[in-house]
T-cell receptor, first 114, second 114 residues
Framework: EAQVTQNPRYLITVTGKKLTVTCSQN?????MSWYRQDPGLGLRQIYY???????DKGDVPEGYKVSRKEKRNFPLILESPSPNQTSLYFC?????????????FGPGTRLTVL | DAKTTQPPSMDCAEGRAANLPCNHS???????VYWYRQIHSQGPQYIIH???NNETNEMASLIITEDRKSSTLILPHATLRDTAVYYC???????????????FGKGTLLTVNP
């Protein structure tokens, strides 16, 4: 089944404790992206990747890192999480090509930073 | 990307057609109209998209006015599982980087009642 998977689905952590949220897709998509969703603010893009070893900042990259060493994986790294990073996170992927391309989203990771 | 305006909420009776409007009066000629939906904190799900012509797939129909300043998403036979927030998004058609970002507004909460 074609899908985007994220792990963990739920995470409670403390300020300053490094964490990684994994994202994997099995559709051979070139483009992958991370979003965060907060009440009243909608979905905002954190980082995106056009292909392996090609990443760039989205609208809210501060406090986050990403890497794209393999085509299928795009982990989101929080080196020193803070409470303002408490949010619902979504990974998305799409094949590539023009803007008519469709993005597929993962199920989400709910992160709480105490 | 052009801004969109949607009603904050709508109700629909189960089995009836749900017609969700979207205004995008500043849309450019190279921008697609996309519809996604999000069922309570799950990952957004692609529904349909179009440029000029009306489109239909197994989930819905998309009617775009001739001047492209508005569109309507039609769910022909709404079920309780269609209760969700529906997002109308316009996005440039060109390939590349930040153009892939989906900017979600507040959307329309569609409640399908038994």
């Amino acid at each position: 089944e074609a899908q985007v998977t994220q792990n963990p689905r739920y995470l409670i952590t403390v300020t300053g404790k490094k964490l990684t949220v994994t994202c994997s897709q099995n559709m051979n998509h070139e483009y992958m992206s991370w979003y965060r969703q907060d009440p009243g603010l909608g979905l905002r893009q954190i980082y995106y990747s056009m292909n392996v070893e090609v990443t760039d900042k989205g609208d809210v990259p501060e406090g986050y890192k990403v890497s794209r060493k393999e085509k299928r994986n795009f982990p989101l790294i929080l080196e020193s999480p803070s409470p303002n990073q408490t949010s619902l996170y979504f990974c998305a992927s799409s094949f590539s090509g023009g803007g008519s391309d469709t993005q597929y989203f993962g199920p989400g990771t709910r992160l709480t930073v105490l | 990307d052009a801004k969109t305006t949607q009603p904050p909420s709508m109700d629909c009776a189960e089995g009836r057609a749900a017609n969700l409007p979207c205004n995008h009066s500043t849309i450019s000629g190279n921008e697609y109209v996309y519809w996604y939906r999000q069922i309570h904190s799950q990952g957004p799900q692609y529904i349909i998209h179009g440029l000029k012509n009306n489109e239909t797939n197994e989930m819905a129909s998309l009617i775009i006015t001739e001047d492209r300043k508005s569109s309507t998403l039609i769910l022909p036979h709404a079920t309780l599982r269609d209760t969700a927030v529906y997002y109308c998004i316009v996005r440039v058609a060109e390939w590349g980087g930040s153009n892939y970002k989906l900017t979600f507004g507040k959307g329309t909460l569609l409640t399908v009642n038994p």
